[in-house]
């Protein structure tokens, strides 16, 4: 085998290689639930963060005003 066969023999296999790493589709479903999953918490700590202060008076402020009528 001379050095030419040699070199086209190993381009044509990382051809086939590299080939095969791009049509491979198998982990990509998981990756597109992630990414769904990485957008739903991010907007979830966006609307908490928005609205955690409002909520947090109104549950908070209510108990303080029912427990102060009940022990007066």
Avoid: P, R, W
């Amino acid at each position: 085998m001379n050095l030419k066969e040699i070199i086209t023999k190993d381009h044509t296999m990382v051809q086939k290689a590299s080939l095969s790493l791009f049509t491979d589709e198998s982990g990509q479903g998981m990756v597109e639930y992630g990414l769904i999953l990485g957008l739903i918490a991010l907007v979830t700590v966006g609307v908490l963060s928005m609205l955690g202060n409002n909520l947090y008076d109104l549950f908070f402020n209510k108990v303080k005003g029912t427990l102060a009528t009940v022990t007066n």
